[in-house]
C-alpha cells in the first residue's frame, strides 16, 4: 500500500497536492474538530469575542438600515406613563335572609342548640354540644344575637367537679336495675370513681331497662371487654337512642363488637360518639366499621376519628343517606 500510495502522489501536481491537503475527513474521531476541516476563512482574527460590543453593533446598523420598501426610521420613544388607577375600599355587605326575621327571637340558649345540631362546634364546646350542660348566656355583649353571636360563656370544670362529685355511682346503678320510669338517662362523665365492677353492673342493669335512651361514660375507663358486653345489649335494646363512650379505652375489639352490633336487628339507636381513644383501632377495623354501618339506616351522628380516609368516606356517605330517609321520614309525617 505504501508503494501504491507514492506512486498515486508522485503524479500529482503541486495544485493537487495542495488541494488534499485541505480535504481531511471530518468523521475522524481521532483529530480534535479544529483540525477535521480546513479554515473556513482567510480573515486574520481582529480579537476575542465580545457580545456587548456584537449586540451595540446590530442595533447601529438597525438604526442607519434603510433596506425594504416600507422603510421606517428608528426613533426610540419612552414608554407612555401609566394613568394612576384609583383604590377603592370595598365594603361588604352581608344580605338579609328569611331566616333573620325567625333567629332575632332566639336567645343565647337556642341559638347554641341550633349550632349544635347543624354541626358548627366552633360556636358551642363539646359539653354544650353534647347537651351535659346548658349554655349560660353572655353578659359580654348586648349586640343583636343573631348576627354578633360572641360565643358560648366557657364552661367551669370547678362546677362540674362538684356536681359529679355528688353523684351516687350505686344509687344510679340500683334505679337502672328497678326500672324506674323517671330515670331516662344515665351520666357519669368524668367521674373518677367509677369502677370496672360498677361497668359491669351497669350493662347488666341495662339488660332488663326499659326506659334508658341515654346513656354517657366519658372518661370512665371503658374498655374492650365493657364495649364487647354493651354490644351484646345493644343487639336487642330498642330504647337506647344517644350513646356517648368518647375518651375510654376501645380498641380494635371493641369497635369491631360495636359494629357488628349496628348490623343486626337494632333500629333505635341514633348517635353514636367514640372520638378520642387511648389506641386506635386501626385501617383494617375502621373498613369494617364503615361496612357494618351501610346496613345500619338511623344512625344520624357518629363521632370517630377516622384515620383510614376510605373509611371516613364511606361513612360520610352513609350518614347522608340516612339523614334522607330521616327527612323524608318526616315530610311524610306533616303531608
Given amino acids: 500500500m505504501d508503494e501504491i500510495d507514492d506512486t498515486v502522489l508522485s503524479g500529482l501536481s503541486e495544485k493537487d497536492l495542495q488541494e488534499l ?14 483540525e477535521r ?9 481582529t480579537g476575542p469575542f465580545d457580545k456587548q460590543k456584537l449586540n451595540d453593533h446590530q442595533i447601529k446598523a438597525a438604526e442607519t438600515s434603510t433596506v425594504g420598501e416600507n422603510y421606517v426610521p428608528f426613533i426610540k420613544k419612552p414608554a407612555p406613563p401609566q394613568p394612576e388607577v ?5 365594603k361588604k355587605v352581608t344580605p338579609k335572609t328569611e331566616f333573620d326575621d325567625m333567629l332575632q327571637f332566639l336567645d343565647e340558649n337556642d341559638l347554641a342548640e341550633l ?3 347543624l354541626g358548627l362546634h366552633g360556636v358551642v364546646d363539646q359539653a354544650q354540644s353534647r347537651g351535659d350542660v346548658p349554655v349560660v348566656a353572655n353578659s359580654r355583649t348586648n349586640l343583636h344575637p343573631a348576627t354578633n353571636y360572641d360565643g358560648a360563656t366557657p364552661r367551669s370544670y370547678k362546677d362540674e367537679e362538684e356536681t359529679t362529685a355528688d353523684i351516687d355511682v350505686d344509687e344510679t346503678i340500683a334505679s337502672v336495675l328497678a326500672d324506674n320510669p323517671s330515670v331516662t338517662e344515665v351520666n357519669l362523665n368524668n367521674i373518677s370513681k367509677v369502677t370496672s365492677e360498677n361497668l359491669d353492673q351497669l350493662i347488666e342493669a341495662l339488660a332488663t331497662n326499659t326506659h334508658i335512651s341515654k346513656l354517657q361514660l366519658t372518661n370512665t375507663r371503658f374498655k374492650d371487654s365493657h364495649a364487647k358486653a354493651l354490644a351484646q345489649l345493644l343487639i336487642t335494646n330498642t330504647t337506647m337512642l344517644s350513646l356517648n363512650l368518647e375518651s375510654n379505652r376501645i380498641g380494635r375489639e ?10 343486626s336487628s337494632n333500629t333505635t339507636l341514633r348517635e353514636l360518639r367514640l372520638v378520642n381513644q387511648y389506641q386506635g383501632a386501626g385501617a383494617g377495623a375502621e373498613m369494617d366499621f364503615a361496612k357494618c ?3 345500619n339506616k338511623t344512625i344520624i351522628k357518629l363521632g370517630y376519628s377516622f384515620t383510614y380516609p376510605a373509611a371516613r368516606v364511606l361513612v360520610d356517605k352513609y350518614l ?14 306533616y303531608v
Fill in 254 to 263: 371493641g369497635i369491631k363488637a360495636l359494629s357488628k352490633a349496628l348490623t
Fill in 86 to 90: 384609583p383604590i377603592f375600599t370595598v
Fill in 320 to 333: 347522608t343517606r340516612n339523614l334522607d330517609f330521616e327527612r323524608q321520614k318526616r315530610a311524610n309525617v
Fill in 293 to 295: 354501618l351501610e346496613k
Fill in 21 to 34: 491537503s485541505e480535504l481531511i475527513d471530518p468523521d475522524n474521531e481521532l483529530l480534535p474538530p479544529s
Fill in 115 to 117: 349550632a349544635s345540631e
Fill in 37 to 45: 476541516l480546513p479554515p473556513q476563512t482567510k480573515k486574520k482574527p
